[in-house]
């Protein structure tokens, strides 16, 4: 084929890529939008809570949201000032939902980082010793993985403050900043994660090591862990590496609880107080910001999967 | 209300429905120290103190939570004190004059005081404070609420003011003792709500460091502050170098950074631990009654089966709430007899022989209200139509096992043949029903320093509507108790008061319109280091008389 219609089939790829990814964005925030006004009570009403406000702050209260607007219309003018680049002010918070985005983004991913570090220090290791080992490793191995995934990362929390600190003392128990607060929450988010990791690598190991090049390899007179690293680590990543959006998602659910326990600033914190309070714009803005996440992250990988197994590569063409 | 977090309006803030967040609470001046040990307070050290919700919004004259009073009470002071009687004593204003009419009153404001900014504290600043409240772009959720006849406040010279209302409103020194009408310095206030929900300037003891949402807020010493309130337990500056209060929602990790020394108090001990931590010997428990709205249950008189007087009284003879209450809780919060505390201004002793356990009695007054037949499950019925009664319940913002309770409670019920169900919800699930009275049962609590809490729960312009959000969940209307509530408005004599508002809680047991349950009391759980932490009349720690010894 011809360069002119390489070149017109990978503008088409990027065109309905990027097509895509704002009808992803676009649902988002949409179904947020649809879900919030189902649930029962009006903004005004879940603004004020249980209190006992004068008319004219209420009348303050409607007028300042323009809450009195008709449902389709808000949600218009919400897409029309997404588009301009204006995500709206919390109902809430006295501040704008960039700010408020802005404030609580640096300490989730900082959070976020660190687990994911964790995990793949922890996984990957624990993956190349185990797979095609005796029966009894394996056991042990999927054992404690299936307690890693199991446990509610809530209780996992509570229970590595009361022993690392309260009893042993080795960490502040929550509210702190610096690394000495960030070891605990970061191991509560890991352990799914790390468990999750292991598994799906095993499995890609396993499943390579079976292969006939393997034996080639061997027969080369390379030794296992040669095997094991040089060759099959890099295969079995690829199905890792599609784990690894879906793992965000699941990172960003244990955010909601680890913040909270820890007491640490963070999305997770945002989100829960916006949800329960009818903030909109803020649960709105979370999850449009999720959404680009993904979005970022889902083609970032399919980018990785090129990197990483060269068969692809022909296949794109 | 629900102390627990508020949505959104925070959120988390935490609250509950009906409850929740909304404790307001009066918060007055210092009363008599509770506090930890004796001995010779020394100067010096930092409290660190725990709290489960936080302010969604630091601005008290825009916040309806009880966690703002605590967290600004600190750095702001009042125009007057209040203490547990309901007397009235000097702050920042030293003496005040009340009109014959009871519509004006006329404060002398003391000299010599500044805001920790450096503005001076004068006559236009109280000015500027309560302009600032009722003005409806500060969108309170409380204060403006306290003083709806509120006209104006006019400057008479530098160090004295005037304010007047349309009508005689006797609340209003026990109002204007709450950190809901703390004076903000001037200054702060000129720069608009976005500000001031996180910076607050005052004239008090501490001042505000920085207020860290999520995690907490740090104060320090105010060098020159030698103005606390009539009734505190020392003059001049605080003895703690520094405050800092931190913000752990969780129970268990709250009880664990005091257990291990982490911390040197926490609020809201959860009962179940109240033994625990009085077992350990480096720690106490520091209990504080709170005045206000007692944790009841509120049936709906307007609608449904407790539209019928026989039914709701036969539900509350024949539930025994107090053995419930005595059992579940060991004796840590006491059974209540009226609607109110007992260390409420205008509480009725009389109430406490009311409401006896007697289920035969509530059995015929089930037969008179003609539920007599039986279905097949044991339930009474009527026409064929079972005794059910919808209890609008927010599992989720439940607190100090209210959750556990409701359950025995319908366990008991089921026994006089009345079929209780939950119908669970989230807040703003629970807000929607009772605007829409779709209910027979609600529960709540509401701390308030005042027996005119009893407005806010009975009287008739207390039902909610579409319109506005009220209170009175049991919907209950009877011009007799209007007539009362409305006297009780126009005598600041606190005998004639009390006077009226034990009527008012004979007439509402009377007539079933609310089944109390039990009294709150604050549970604070405190290292034996900390000393001299005091309350407030709404039953919340006070820090200005506080001290710290050596770890």
Same mark, same amino acid.
């Given at each position: 084929?011809?360069?002119?219609e390489?070149?017109?089939?990978? =503008?088409?790829?990027?065109?309905?890529?990027?097509?895509?990814?704002?009808?992803?964005l676009?649902?988002?925030?949409?179904?947020?939008?649809?879900?919030?006004? %189902?649930?029962?009570?009006?903004?005004?009403?879940?603004?004020?809570?249980?209190?006992?406000?004068?008319?004219? =702050?209420?009348?303050?209260?409607?007028a300042?949201?323009?809450?009195?607007r008709?449902?389709?219309?808000?949600?218009l003018?919400?897409?029309?000032?997404?588009?301009?680049?204006?995500?709206?002010?919390?109902?809430?918070?006295?501040?704008?939902?960039?700010s408020?985005?802005?404030?609580?983004?640096?300490?989730?991913?900082?959070?976020?980082?660190?687990?994911?570090?964790?995990? %793949?220090?922890?996984?990957?290791?624990?993956?190349?010793? $185990?797979?095609?080992?005796?029966?009894?490793?394996r056991?042990?191995?999927?054992?404690?993985?299936?307690?890693?995934?199991?446990?509610?990362?809530?209780?996992?929390?509570?229970?590595?403050?009361?022993?690392?600190s309260f009893?042993?003392?080795?960490?502040?128990?929550?509210?702190?900043?610096?690394?000495?607060?960030?070891?605990?929450?970061? =191991?509560?988010?890991?352990?799914?994660?790390?468990?999750?990791? $292991?598994?799906?690598?095993?499995?890609?190991?396993?499943?390579?090591?079976?292969e006939?090049?393997?034996?080639?390899?061997?027969?080369?007179?390379?030794?296992?862990?040669?095997?094991?690293?040089?060759?099959?680590?890099?295969?079995?990543?690829?199905?890792?590496?599609?784990?690894?959006?879906?793992?965000?998602?699941?990172?960003?659910?244990?955010?909601?609880?680890?913040?909270?326990?820890?007491s640490?600033?963070?999305?997770?914190?945002?989100?829960? $107080?916006a949800?329960?309070?009818?903030?909109?714009?803020?649960?709105?803005?979370?999850?449009?910001?999720?959404?680009?996440?993904?979005?970022?992250?889902?083609? $970032?990988?399919? =980018?990785?999967? %090129?990197?990483?197994?060269?068969?692809?590569?022909?296949?794109?063409? | 209300?629900?102390?627990?977090?508020?949505?959104?309006?925070?959120?988390?803030?935490?609250?509950?429905?009906?409850?929740?967040?909304?404790a307001?609470?009066?918060?007055?001046?210092? &009363?008599?120290?509770?506090?930890?040990?004796?001995?010779?307070? #020394?100067?010096?050290?930092?409290?660190?103190?725990?709290?489960?919700?936080?302010?969604?919004?630091? &601005?008290?004259?825009?916040?309806?939570?009880?966690?703002?009073?605590?967290?600004t009470?600190?750095?702001? &002071?009042?125009?007057?004190?209040?203490?547990?009687?309901?007397?009235?004593?000097?702050?920042?204003?030293?003496?005040?004059?009340?009109s014959?009419?009871?519509?004006?009153?006329?404060?002398?404001?003391?000299?010599? #005081?500044?805001?920790?900014?450096?503005?001076?504290?004068?006559?236009?600043?109280?000015?500027?404070?309560l302009?600032?409240?009722?003005?409806?772009?500060?969108?309170?959720?409380?204060?403006?609420?306290?003083?709806?006849?509120?006209?104006?406040?006019?400057?008479?010279?530098?160090?004295?003011?005037?304010? *007047?209302?349309s009508?005689?409103?006797?609340?209003?020194l026990? /109002?204007?003792?709450?950190?809901?009408?703390?004076?903000?310095?001037?200054?702060?206030?000129?720069?608009?709500?976005?500000?001031?929900?996180?910076?607050v300037?005052g004239?008090?003891?501490f001042?505000? &460091?920085?207020?860290?949402?999520?995690?907490?807020?740090?104060?320090h010493?105010?060098?020159?502050?030698?103005?606390?309130?009539?009734?505190?337990?020392?003059?001049?500056?605080?003895?703690?170098?520094?405050?800092?209060?931190?913000?752990?929602?969780?129970?268990?990790?709250?009880?664990?950074?005091?257990?291990?020394?982490?911390?040197d108090?926490?609020?809201?001990v959860?009962?179940?631990? #109240?033994?625990q931590?009085?077992?350990?010997?480096?720690?106490?428990?520091?209990?504080?009654?709170?005045?206000?709205?007692?944790?009841?249950?509120?049936?709906?008189?307007?609608?449904?089966?407790?539209?019928?007087?026989?039914?709701?009284?036969?539900?509350?003879a024949?539930?025994?709430?107090?053995?419930?209450?005595?059992?579940?809780?060991f004796?840590?919060?006491?059974p209540?007899?009226?609607?109110?505390?007992?260390?409420? #201004?205008?509480y009725?002793?009389?109430?406490?022989?009311?409401?006896?356990?007697?289920?035969?009695?509530?059995?015929?007054?089930?037969?008179?209200?003609?539920?007599?037949?039986?279905?097949?499950?044991?339930?009474?019925t009527?026409?064929?139509?079972?005794?059910?009664?919808?209890w609008?319940?927010?599992?989720?913002f439940?607190?100090?096992?209210?959750?556990v309770? /409701?359950?025995?409670?319908?366990?008991?019920?089921?026994k006089?043949g009345? *079929?209780?169900?939950?119908?669970?919800?989230?807040?703003?699930?629970?807000?929607?029903?009772?605007?829409?009275g779709d209910?027979d049962?609600?529960?709540?609590?509401?701390?308030?320093?005042?027996?005119?809490?009893?407005?806010?729960?009975?009287?008739?312009?207390?039902?909610?509507?579409?319109?506005?959000?009220?209170?009175?969940?049991?919907?209950?209307? *009877?011009?007799?108790?209007?007539?009362?509530?409305?006297a009780a408005?126009?005598?600041?004599?606190?005998?004639?008061?009390?006077?009226?508002?034990?009527?008012?809680?004979?007439?509402?047991?009377?007539?079933?319109?609310?089944?109390?349950?039990?009294?709150?009391?604050?549970?604070?759980?405190?290292?034996?280091? /900390?000393?001299?932490?005091?309350w407030?009349?709404?039953?919340?720690?006070?820090?200005?008389?506080a001290?710290?010894?050596?770890k």
């Amino acid at each position: 084929m011809g360069d002119g219609e390489v070149s017109r089939r990978i =503008v088409r790829t990027v065109l309905v890529r990027l097509g895509t990814s704002l009808l992803v964005l676009w649902g988002a925030v949409t179904a947020a939008f649809v879900a919030l006004h %189902l649930t029962p009570g009006s903004v005004v009403d879940a603004l004020i809570g249980s209190n006992t406000v004068t008319p004219q =702050v209420r009348a303050q209260i409607i007028a300042d949201y323009g809450l009195d607007r008709p449902l389709w219309r808000q949600y218009l003018a919400y897409l029309g000032r997404i588009l301009h680049g204006d995500l709206g002010r919390s109902y809430q918070l006295h501040e704008s939902v960039a700010s408020a985005l802005g404030s609580q983004l640096a300490p989730s991913l900082q959070l976020t980082l660190v687990s994911i570090g964790l995990a %793949l220090i922890v996984s990957t290791p624990l993956a190349l010793f $185990t797979a095609r080992r005796r029966r009894w490793i394996r056991a042990l191995s999927s054992g404690i993985e299936l307690v890693g995934v199991s446990i509610p990362t809530f209780w996992a929390a509570i229970l590595l403050l009361t022993v690392f600190s309260f009893r042993l003392g080795w960490f502040p128990a929550a509210g702190a900043t610096g690394f000495g607060g960030l070891v605990l929450p970061a =191991v509560a988010v890991a352990i799914p994660v790390t468990a999750l990791l $292991t598994q799906v690598t095993r499995e890609g190991l396993e499943r390579v090591l079976e292969e006939p090049f393997v034996l080639t390899a061997r027969a080369r007179g390379m030794s296992d862990a040669g095997v094991r690293t040089r060759h099959a680590l890099r295969h079995a990543a690829l199905p890792a590496v599609t784990f690894a959006g879906w793992l965000f998602g699941l990172m960003l659910g244990a955010l909601v609880p680890v913040e909270q326990i820890f007491s640490r600033p963070g999305l997770g914190q945002l989100l829960l $107080t916006a949800v329960g309070g009818k903030d909109l714009p803020i649960v709105m803005g979370v999850v449009l910001f999720t959404a680009l996440v993904y979005v970022v992250v889902s083609s $970032t990988l399919d =980018v990785l999967y %090129l990197v990483i197994d060269p068969r692809l590569r022909g296949a794109a063409r | 209300m629900l102390r627990a977090r508020r949505p959104a309006g925070p959120a988390l803030a935490a609250a509950a429905v009906l409850a929740a967040a909304l404790a307001l609470a009066g918060c007055g001046g210092t &009363d008599a120290a509770g506090g930890t040990g004796s001995g010779t307070p #020394v100067r010096g050290g930092t409290l660190v103190y725990a709290v489960n919700t936080e302010p969604v919004n630091l &601005d008290p004259h825009a916040s309806p939570q009880d966690v703002t009073g605590l967290f600004t009470r600190p750095a702001l &002071d009042s125009l007057v004190a209040l203490d547990a009687k309901g007397g009235v004593h000097p702050w920042l204003a030293t003496a005040w004059k009340i009109s014959a009419d009871q519509k004006s009153y006329t404060f002398t404001l003391r000299t010599g #005081v500044k805001f920790s900014d450096g503005t001076p504290f004068d006559a236009a600043a109280v000015k500027t404070n309560l302009d600032h409240i009722v003005d409806p772009r500060t969108k309170s959720q409380l204060a403006a609420g306290f003083i709806t006849p509120y006209t104006g406040t006019t400057v008479l010279d530098d160090h004295t003011v005037r304010v *007047d209302f349309s009508r005689p409103h006797s609340p209003f020194l026990a /109002a204007l003792a709450t950190a809901y009408f703390g004076i903000e310095s001037p200054a702060s206030l000129k720069k608009g709500p976005d500000y001031l929900a996180r910076h607050v300037v005052g004239t008090g003891p501490f001042v505000i &460091d920085a207020f860290t949402p999520h995690q907490g807020i740090t104060y320090h010493r105010n060098p020159d502050y030698n103005w606390g309130p009539e009734g505190a337990a020392h003059t001049g500056p605080a003895y703690l170098d520094k405050l800092q209060i931190k913000t752990l929602t969780e129970d268990s990790v709250r009880l664990g950074a005091l257990t291990s020394g982490q911390v040197d108090g926490i609020a809201s001990v959860p009962p179940a631990n #109240v033994r625990q931590v009085k077992a350990n010997p480096r720690l106490t428990i520091l209990s504080r009654e709170a005045p206000g709205g007692n944790y009841n249950y509120y049936p709906n008189t307007a609608s449904g089966v407790f539209a019928d007087l026989r039914v709701r009284q036969a539900f509350r003879a024949g539930i025994d709430f107090r053995t419930i209450v005595r059992k579940l809780y060991f004796g840590t919060f006491s059974p209540a007899s009226s609607p109110i505390a007992p260390n409420t #201004v205008g509480y009725d002793p009389a109430t406490g022989n009311l409401g006896a356990y007697d289920p035969a009695q509530a059995a015929r007054l089930l037969d008179e209200a003609g539920w007599t037949g039986r279905d097949a499950q044991g339930y009474r019925t009527k026409d064929g139509r079972r005794l059910v009664v919808r209890w609008s319940f927010a599992k989720a913002f439940a607190r100090e096992q209210r959750d556990v309770l /409701a359950v025995q409670v319908q366990a008991e019920a089921k026994k006089l043949g009345i *079929d209780v169900r939950f119908e669970d919800g989230t807040f703003t699930e629970l807000i929607a029903r009772q605007v829409r009275g779709d209910y027979d049962l609600a529960d709540f609590s509401w701390q308030r320093a005042d027996g005119d809490a009893l407005r806010n729960l009975f009287a008739s312009a207390s039902i909610s509507t579409p319109r506005s959000f009220g209170q009175n969940s049991a919907r209950y209307k *009877d011009p007799q108790v209007d007539g009362w509530l409305n006297a009780a408005l126009a005598t600041t004599d606190l005998a004639q008061r009390s006077a009226l508002y034990a009527k008012v809680q004979q007439k509402v047991l009377a007539d079933g319109a609310v089944f109390p349950v039990y009294v709150f009391d604050y549970l604070l759980g405190a290292n034996k280091r /900390a000393h001299g932490i005091a309350w407030e009349p709404q039953a919340y720690p006070t820090f200005y008389d506080a001290w710290v010894t050596g770890k």
